[in-house]
């Protein structure tokens, strides 16, 4: 029933730019924090930045000042700008967001979307 994907990824030069996009639908649940994640090739999978509800951002060091965070919570969406992109930023991108359920002791649960694939290469 809940659905998290991602779209925006694709092939691009070091120094452009690319959008990313995460949609969570069919749920009824509203949305805590939003996240971005990333896994380059061969390594494991690290936290990029990360937005609240309010609007709160938090970024990874290697993309302060070249990437930015935003939702819009009436879409249930958030995205990711990526600027002055290098090579090694070349990853799959994940989205993961935390539902809240608004029940019992635990009410938060975490999801992922599928993944999408960012290349920089000249």
């Known amino acids: 029933q809940v659905q998290v994907k991602e779209s925006g990824g694709g092939l691009v030069q070091p120094g452009g730019s690319l959008r990313l996009s995460c949609a969570v639908s069919?749920?009824?649940?509203?949305?805590?924090?939003m996240r971005w994640y990333r896994q380059p090739p061969g390594k494991q999978r690290d936290l990029v930045a990360a937005?609240?509800?309010?609007?709160?951002?938090n970024y990874e060091d290697s993309v302060k000042g070249r990437f930015i965070i935003s939702r819009d919570n009436d879409k249930n969406t958030v995205y990711l700008q990526m600027n002055s992109l290098k090579s090694e930023d070349t990853a799959v991108y994940y989205c993961?967001?935390?539902?809240?359920?608004?029940?019992?002791?635990?009410?938060?649960?975490?999801?992922w979307g599928q993944g999408t694939q960012v290349t920089v290469s000249s």
């Open positions: 993961n967001v935390d539902l809240n359920r608004g029940l019992g002791s635990r009410p938060v649960v975490g999801y």
């Open positions: 937005i609240s509800k309010g609007g709160r951002t």
């Open positions: 069919d749920t009824i649940f509203s949305i805590d924090d």
